[in-house]
């Protein structure tokens, strides 16, 4: 890992002159939200953010798109989707959302890859900005990383008052360095220590912790447990937090046709909603709110794990943030982790 | 260029087969890759699945009907139902769909060697079934396996698929057909009542047999039952799941038992497997 400073005079022109060879998406203001939009020139940047609205999830595998194109009808053909190829640079992500695309990938580029997403993930780079001033609803401390963490992104930056202390993580992020690298300098002990004293201070800002020791085995015994449905009965069931996490991956296809045109379409879907299961027979296997939020809980921290490994869940807060019932992850599943069976 | 796996291939609709008309009609259909070099290489086995759309009104699962042994081409039988199927129902020979698979698991055919075979069936339930009928019965492979005994049954004498077929297997010594109907009807012969009692009035010996079964969530849940009590143990019993899907391979997210999905890790498994999953059905 090699550590550079950039000063926070040059750092406009940086990011003006990155956008001439890439498509820069970095967080700025819209309907008083923060959101990851393509700049076209740096003022339009806000860095004044704890964190987008919407995950940057949303960059890689995109809300709605088209998977490929048709001719409908009793003699239909079909047109291949050209896949584009765009350099593309991700600015100001942090951390928990760049561990978010950890977790999907597994998904995507599992035994099917999903040639959208790989495309997207091989042509962007992930620079990150470690957040100084985690919130209340913050944890990702309670996976065991950090809120300046690089190990997700090919390039961190933080913000250490007068300057931005650079970590080239990857060998993807060396070659974006290289490629401007007269706005870089060699970091001093100093700097480096610099980042090190705003990592402690952040850490130390985030005051709470999902227990996550165990949870795994505990959810084995716990399925038939009736804190789903004291859960189920807060939730209104409005998917705000499939659609904001920035691990949820889960999407519907739908052909959108004419009688000469048409294309298959993939729009983002949500366990929260009961269609999302039912067969056309009717039957439907999760006919009740409580079997969906219970299988929401159960995706992130015991199916998920189980099949890649890791907890789906970054800590990122969107999802406690944007309740509009305050159902609260870390307390349920804190509950459920101190439960007595 | 990366594969798209969310792209079909094109197929042609070589033949269409009334199976059942009225309101839950059904219609085998026979399916031919325009590309000859796909259709040479496309090689499934029993149980597997494939993704059948009518292009411009979307994509649906389906069980392969046809047995592996025929090569040239591959049927689905079809319940007409939501929009992709009634579109289906609609197509005329000649026409063009689109296919993706095979996808997910698939029956034991090669380990269920030198065994007998119950099959129990309900109504289009006995699409995924009748592959592995044609399969075990096919001129290779008739000898190398024991007994064979198809239960099947439908709520009426129409909406029983596979009419003619079954008229032929009847003629034959080597296969056992016990057809039912669940309410009486005039003319009908045979067992009137539900599947999971004519199975008990059949019979079966569980020595060295493995039962596989598919139709509605309740007959599989009492054909189940009552195959234990005829002393099936769990792992001679196999079944075949249904779930919605549209990615087919496992990334969509909604097909799930538990942390299984049933497009990948399914559609087949055994009771044995099925006791020990906790999730929705």
Sequence with gaps: ?????????????????????????????????????IIKDYSEMDLSYLNSRMPPKAILFNQTETLFLMKPGAKGSIKPKEIRNEKTAIFAIRPCDAKGFRILDPVFLGNYVDPLYKANRDNSVLIGLSCNQPDSSCFCTSFGDSPASGKYVDILFTDI??????????????????????????????????????????????????????????MDKMFDHPIWEEYAKKCIGCGTCTYLCPTCHCFDMQDESTLDKGARVRTWDACMFPEYTMHASGHNPRPARMHRVRNRFYHKYSYYPKNSGVIACTGCGRCIRYCPVNIDIIELMNRVSEMEL | ??????????????????????????????????????QEEFSFVCGQCVMISKLGKGESMFAISSSPTEKDYLEVSVMKHGKNTSALHETEEGDTVGVRGPYGNHFDVEGWKNKNIVFVGGGIGMAPLRSVVNYTLADKNRDQYGNLDIIYGARTSNDLCFKDEFAELQKREDVNVHLSIDVVEEGWEEFVGFVPSNLLRVKPPSKNTIAITCGPPIMIKFVIQNLLELGFKDEQIYTTLEMRMKCGIGICGRCNIGNLYVCKDGPVFSNAQLKNLEGDL
Excluded: C, W
């Design chain 1, 161 to 218: 008052e007068e300057k931005y202390l650079v970590e080239v993580m990857t060998e993807k992020g060396k070659g974006f360095v290289n490629d401007f690298s007269r706005f870089f300098s060699p970091a001093s002990p100093n700097q480096i220590e610099a980042k090190n004293a705003k990592e402690e201070e952040a850490i130390k800002l985030i005051k709470r912790n999902l227990k996550v020791e165990g949870i795994e085995e505990k």
């Design chain 2, 1 to 38: 260029m990366t594969e798209n796996p969310y792209q079909p291939s094109l197929a042609t609709i070589e033949k269409i087969k009334v199976e059942v008309t009225g309101e839950r009609a059904i219609k085998t259909f026979r399916l031919v890759m325009q590309d000859k070099k796909i």
């Design chain 1, 1 to 37: 890992m090699e550590s550079l400073v950039i000063s926070k005079e040059n750092f406009p022109e940086i990011i003006n002159t990155i956008i001439k060879s890439y498509r820069l998406f970095a967080p700025t203001e819209e309907n008083g939200f923060s959101g990851f939009n």
